[in-house]
């Protein structure tokens, strides 16, 4: 059964920071991983996609890369700021029907 | 840009009671989903559903949920019969493909049963 850990739980940084969010997973079989964002009280936004067949997606300050051998992807956050303060979800696809699971995030806190 | 919406945004009802959420995925998308967030736990996959049919659904979709694409534009998610424990934020979500396709989510609709 495929579980899906998000580490560290929280985490606070002060703005300009880069950062690392890990994810993990246990079962390397997997169609994509997907990352997204949460701010409280309101819906999942996406913010990259990563197919099983690719290493890393970019998009903006924003790098997701994937090794499917070791079970683990890590989303990459350039010169941080105050607005980046959310939870951040990680989630695997482990099939074609489009079920994702999630890990349990990782709530960041950016300071100005 | 397009997105995903759902209404109502809170529904609060008794136990025992029936209730109806509502979602308009995106319009070209073809593949739709529900997920689940009890409050302070991991986003759950409910079921997915394609060309009229579920896909896949999770041990929690049991004989209680039903979900029905009533016309061209929206996707339903019926609680037959609700208990104080699908107290949740539930999720709907869309996407062009299924499999390695991105998704896209909704705003949410907060379900509390009293």
């Known amino acids: 059964k495929q579980e899906v850990t998000q580490i560290p739980a929280a985490l606070s940084v002060p703005e300009g920071e880069n950062l690392v969010l890990n994810c993990s997973f246990t079962?390397?079989?997997?169609?994509?991983l997907q990352w997204f964002r949460q701010d409280p009280g309101k819906g999942l936004t996406s913010l990259l996609l990563?197919?099983?067949?690719?290493r890393e997606q970019t998009s903006g300050r924003l790098n997701a890369s994937l090794d499917k051998s070791s079970g683990r992807s890590t989303l990459y956050i350039a010169a941080s700021q105050p607005g980046d303060s959310a939870t951040y979800l990680c989630a695997v696809g482990p099939g074609n029907t489009g079920k994702l699971i999630f890990g349990q995030g990782t709530t960041l806190q950016v300071k100005p | 840009e397009p997105e995903v919406t759902q209404t109502p945004s809170h529904q609060v009802t008794q136990m025992g009671q029936e209730v109806i959420l509502r979602c308009v995925p995106i319009?070209?998308?073809?593949?739709f989903y529900w997920y689940r967030q009890i409050l302070g736990q991991k986003v759950e996959f409910l079921v997915s559903?394609?060309?009229?049919?579920?896909?896949?659904k999770s041990e929690i979709f049991d004989d209680q949920f039903s979900v029905e694409r009533p016309d061209g534009s929206n996707f339903t998610l019926k609680i037959r019969s609700t208990k104080l424990e699908d107290s949740a934020m539930y999720f709907c979500?869309?996407?062009?493909?299924?499999?390695?396709?991105?998704?896209?989510f909704g705003p949410g609709t907060r379900l509390t049963v009293t």
């Open positions: 990563i197919q099983s067949s690719q």
């Open positions: 079962d390397s079989a997997i169609y994509n």
């Open positions: 319009s070209n998308h073809l593949y």
């Open positions: 559903f394609y060309n009229n049919e579920i896909s896949e």
């Open positions: 979500a869309s996407s062009v493909g299924q499999g390695g396709d991105e998704q896209y």
